[in-house]
């Protein structure tokens, strides 16, 4: 059964290190500013030629408030009349970078994050659709995955009947805790019922899905508070969950900073968060995907899975790897093709320069035939648990243990200890390996020696 996950505890300290999520390989640390608009033109050309399906992700960085874990790209600002100088410059990026694609390249996804995207107001949301209408073919029979991210703070019901109206048929509500004194130690009060009236909303309106989004490791959280939290969730049953570990890295992330660290839990007691987590959600019904990602067994990403078809890309697990996505707004990044590339990640800057008539891109990486094949496994190991060396083999025209011979031993090792099930055709990643499968990946990361790992969040 592929949602089966053992617990082990000595496995789990030996194994829990710093890495990559691997929404993509390379990671975003291997960017640079080699990669320019003349590189993004091409590979626009190159997916024009070969009709490729697109997926769109659009980034928009304000937020009326901050919450003090957050380390997303985001501009905090109680003045709604900042919106519409971006939206502006958005619509401009947009335009330029639609008429280097054909009008028959369809939109299977599309995804507004954040910051928060409903800080827009409702005249700016149709007209930030009403131009990607104009210059991607966005599909109007509802067969799409068109998700956007929402606060409940900043959402009602004549919001979600905007959102539904405008063609959304996915929601990803950030919760992260429901404790009054863990959400006024992190900025965010955020009750119980507004959550739950915007998943009424959503429901009665017939959005095909909800996600909820959870953090373990904040401060003045217990097992105790958090395992109440997940009760409330489960009763407001999501058919996606999303339960990610805090990273406390306030030397990168400003805000982090008013978090008080004598406040955080102890590694032993996030560890039993996490666990009692997973054992409350496989009760409810859940399956585990993944890095930490749960989906009830009818959802798409668990059919997915169970079908070896799912993928991961940096909108997380997917069922839309096969498509060009297509980055727009501040800090978006785009993997087209061979080619990823970001925009600027500071406002002004991404501001000015589509004031010029220029695009935003300015570092990235094109992957050569060694990033290709890693970039394969990876995908395998994290979406799959395990992966056939023949299919590799096929594929790129190698011997996958005379390339890989020199991790063979590494691999060996993680074998003894339970982590894998190794031999001569195939890697399976064990029930005690599942929550771990970060660190199978990161055996195949060529770049990683290179890295300075405090950059990572740790596996658990």
């Given at each position: 059964?592929?949602?089966?996950?053992?617990?082990?505890?000595?496995?789990?300290?030996?194994?829990?290190?710093?890495?990559?999520?691997?929404?993509?390989?390379?990671?975003?640390?291997?960017?640079?500013?080699?990669?320019?608009?003349?590189?993004?033109?091409?590979?626009?050309?190159?997916?024009?030629?070969?009709?490729?399906?697109?997926?769109?992700?659009?980034?928009?960085?304000?937020?009326?408030?901050?919450?003090?874990?957050?380390?997303?790209?985001?501009?905090?600002?109680?003045?709604?009349?900042?919106?519409?100088?971006?939206?502006?410059?958005?619509?401009?990026?947009?335009?330029?970078?639609?008429?280097?694609?054909?009008?028959?390249?369809?939109?299977?996804?599309?995804?507004?994050?954040?910051g928060t995207p409903t800080f827009l107001s409702h005249d700016e949301l149709r007209q930030l659709?009403?131009?990607?209408?104009?210059?991607?073919?966005?599909?109007?029979?509802?067969?799409?995955?068109?998700?956007?991210?929402?606060?409940?703070?900043?959402?009602?019901?004549?919001?979600?009947?905007?959102?539904?109206?405008?063609?959304?048929?996915?929601?990803?509500?950030?919760?992260?805790?429901?404790?009054?004194?863990?959400?006024?130690?992190?900025?965010?009060?955020?009750?119980?019922?507004?959550?739950?009236?915007?998943?009424?909303?959503?429901?009665?309106?017939?959005?095909?899905?909800?996600?909820?989004?959870?953090?373990?490791?904040?401060?003045?959280?217990?097992?105790?508070?958090?395992?109440?939290?997940?009760?409330?969730?489960?009763?407001?049953?999501?058919?996606?969950?999303?339960?990610?570990?805090?990273?406390?890295?306030?030397?990168?992330?400003?805000?982090?900073?008013?978090?008080?660290?004598?406040?955080?839990?102890?590694?032993?007691?996030?560890?039993?968060?996490?666990?009692?987590?997973?054992?409350?959600?496989?009760?409810?019904?859940?399956?585990?995907?993944?890095?930490?990602?749960?989906?009830?067994?009818?959802?798409?990403?668990?059919?997915?899975?169970?079908?070896?078809?799912?993928?991961?890309?940096?909108?997380?697990?997917?069922?839309?790897?096969?498509?060009?996505?297509?980055?727009?707004?501040?800090?978006?990044?785009?993997?087209?093709?061979?080619?990823?590339?970001?925009?600027?990640?500071?406002?002004?800057?991404?501001?000015?320069?589509?004031?010029?008539?220029?695009?935003?891109?300015?570092?990235?990486?094109?992957?050569?035939?060694?990033?290709?094949?890693?970039?394969?496994?990876?995908?395998?190991?994290?979406?799959?648990?395990?992966?056939?060396?023949?299919?590799?083999?096929?594929?790129?025209?190698?011997?996958?243990?005379?390339?890989?011979?020199?991790?063979?031993?590494?691999?060996?090792?993680?074998?003894?200890?339970?982590?894998?099930?190794?031999?001569?055709?195939?890697?399976?990643?064990?029930?005690?390996?599942?929550?771990?499968?970060?660190?199978?990946?990161?055996?195949?990361?060529?770049?990683?020696?290179?890295?300075?790992?405090?950059?990572?969040?740790?596996?658990?």
């Open positions: 059964m592929l949602d089966a996950i053992r617990w082990d505890t000595d496995l789990i300290r030996r194994y829990d290190l710093a890495g990559p999520r691997y929404t993509s390989y390379p990671t975003a640390v291997q960017f640079d500013g080699q990669v320019g608009t003349f590189d993004l033109f091409h590979a626009l050309r190159d997916s024009r030629k070969a009709l490729r399906p697109l997926s769109l992700y659009v980034h928009v960085p304000f937020c009326a408030n901050i919450c003090y874990y957050c380390a997303c790209n985001k501009v905090i600002t109680k003045d709604r009349g900042r919106a519409q100088p971006y939206l502006q410059r958005l619509e401009q990026e947009i335009q330029l970078i639609a008429c280097h694609l054909d009008p028959a390249q369809k939109v299977e996804q599309l995804h507004f994050g954040g659709m009403a131009q990607l209408r104009k210059s991607f073919n966005l599909l109007d029979d509802n067969s799409g995955d068109y998700g956007i991210e929402i606060d409940p703070r900043e959402a009602d019901w004549s919001t979600m009947g905007l959102l539904r109206e405008l063609g959304f048929n996915r929601v990803s509500i950030g919760l992260q805790d429901l404790d009054p004194a863990v959400q006024r130690a992190v900025n965010r009060l955020q009750s119980l019922e507004e959550t739950r009236a915007v998943i009424d909303a959503a429901r009665t309106l017939q959005f095909r899905s909800i996600n909820i989004d959870l953090i373990y490791g904040l401060p003045r959280q217990t097992p105790e508070n958090f395992a109440r939290t997940v009760d409330e969730v489960i009763n407001l049953q999501p058919d996606r969950l999303s339960v990610f570990n805090y990273a406390h890295l306030p030397e990168r992330f400003m805000p982090q900073r008013r978090i008080n660290s004598d406040e955080l839990p102890t590694p032993a007691q996030k560890l039993e968060m996490l666990q009692g987590t997973i054992e409350q959600l496989t009760q409810a019904g859940y399956r585990y995907i993944g890095m930490d990602h749960f989906a009830l067994p009818d959802d798409e990403l668990a059919i997915a899975q169970e079908e070896s078809t799912l993928q991961r890309n940096f909108q997380g697990y997917t069922t839309h790897g096969h498509c060009d996505l297509i980055g727009l707004g501040v800090s978006a990044i785009s993997q087209i093709g061979d080619l990823y590339c970001q925009n600027s990640s500071d406002l002004n800057q991404y501001q000015n320069t589509l004031a010029s008539a220029q695009l935003a891109t300015n570092r990235g990486l094109l992957c050569n035939a060694d990033d290709r094949l890693r970039r394969a496994v990876i995908q395998q190991l994290i979406c799959n648990f395990s992966l056939e060396f023949a299919e590799i083999e096929q594929a790129f025209n190698i011997d996958f243990q005379g390339y890989f011979g020199e991790l063979w031993p590494q691999l060996q090792g993680m074998g003894e200890d339970g982590l894998i099930e190794l031999d001569n055709e195939r890697i399976t990643v064990l029930p005690a390996g599942r929550l771990l499968v970060r660190s199978v990946c990161m055996v195949f990361d060529a770049y990683l020696e290179q890295q300075n790992r405090q950059r990572f969040s740790r596996v658990i």
